[in-house]
């Protein structure tokens, strides 16, 4: 069993990956909210083949990657601190290779090295110290994200999202219902996992807003309709000219929004310095075979193929606001996001 949450009053995926003594533990949202298994991760490969598996995803893999580097630091325990560190290191590309498009896990190993450099002999303690220190960063930087991303929608707004982003969504959320916004969503299914019927609806659910589900084929005639006052979604990157990197749909989706002039707000904690633009994000391709099946069954016949590129990359022309956890800013300003300081 996993251990008590630590964010006890919060929807359940925003407390989904766990550290233990035993190890971490990861709500398995292959299967939530329908059950509510808990996959158990003794090591630093199991908890990247976990990720990999898609037993976490969205938020999930950076806390994943935080507590993965507490056991690798367990393991490396006993050696000597120069031998520790390479093999902390070592267990940082692993983890990071696990979702290559998403930016984050590399935030997370960042920040448990940086706190091992710095703490000594003890690196065990050093990487734990690190850890706890990244989660309540990004727990912070959502929160303040959130209120930058709320004051952008209308008072009772009605929202499309696409598949999800946790503690983004969630802080997007928070900060609305305190201001007094009565946003309800309209949250695509999200094939092939279907996290947006899943995971998205479920969640805003339980925060107690309205919600309502449609099929990944819907939306644009929704936003012809004047039915969507606004498209949020989160992003897994941000390149410094503005492309936004996301689960795949979700350019179909933005270029229906300019089309029928409903804004796009892009959401992010901060734009990748390392990616100038587009080209230069690795889209990650999964096994074709997880398109041809729904919920464990198999969708399509036995005679055909599936292809499957997660993510896609929507160019600056079709974002109206990239919604940074220091402000909005136009797609062709976001590079200022690093002008105005040192990474937080």
């Not at 329908?34 to 490969?45: D, G, K, M, Q």
């Not at 100038?276 to 969708?299: K, N, Q």
Request: aromatic share 6%; charged share 25%.
């Amino acid at each position: 069993m996993p251990p008590p949450s630590a964010h006890p009053g919060l929807p359940t995926l925003a407390d989904s990956v766990r550290l233990a003594e035993d190890g971490v533990h990861l709500l398995d949202r292959r299967v939530f909210p329908f059950e509510h298994r808990w996959v158990h991760a003794r090591t630093v490969e199991e908890v990247a083949v976990a990720i990999e598996d898609m037993v976490t995803q969205s938020s999930g893999p950076y806390f994943a990657v935080l507590w993965g580097m507490v056991l690798a630091a367990r393991e490396a325990a006993q050696d000597d601190p120069g031998t520790a560190r390479k093999r902390l290191r070592a267990a940082g590309e692993r983890l990071i290779a696990t979702r290559p498009t998403n930016d984050q896990p590399r935030k997370a190993v960042a920040w448990v090295l940086a706190s091992v450099d710095a703490g000594g002999a003890d690196v065990a303690a050093a990487a734990l110290a690190g850890a706890r220190a990244g989660d309540a960063d990004y727990r912070r930087r959502s929160r303040e994200m959130g209120r930058a991303g709320a004051a952008l929608l209308p008072d009772r707004g009605r929202i499309l999202t696409h598949c999800w982003g946790d503690l983004y969504l969630i802080g997007v959320v928070e900060a609305a219902l305190e201001v007094g916004k009565r946003v309800s969503f309209v949250c695509t299914e999200t094939r092939p996992y279907l996290q947006g019927a899943r995971l998205t609806a479920e969640t805003l659910a339980e925060m107690g807003v309205e919600t309502t589900v449609v099929t990944d084929g819907m939306p644009a005639s929704l936003l012809r309709a004047g039915e969507i006052d606004a498209l949020v979604t989160a992003s897994d990157r941000i390149t410094m000219d503005g492309h936004v990197i996301n689960k795949v749909g979700t350019l179909q989706l933005a270029v229906a929004a300019h089309t029928f002039g409903v804004p796009f707000h892009a959401l992010c904690h901060a734009p990748d310095p390392h990616s100038a633009t587009g080209a230069d994000v690795p889209i990650e391709f999964r096994d074709g075979e997880e398109v041809l099946h729904a919920l464990g069954r198999r969708s399509a016949s036995e005679r055909v193929r599936g292809w499957y590129p997660a993510f896609d990359v929507t160019e600056p022309r079709f974002v109206t606001t990239v919604v940074t956890d220091r402000g909005a800013f136009r797609p062709d300003r976001v590079h200022e996001y690093w002008s105005e300081g040192t990474a937080p």
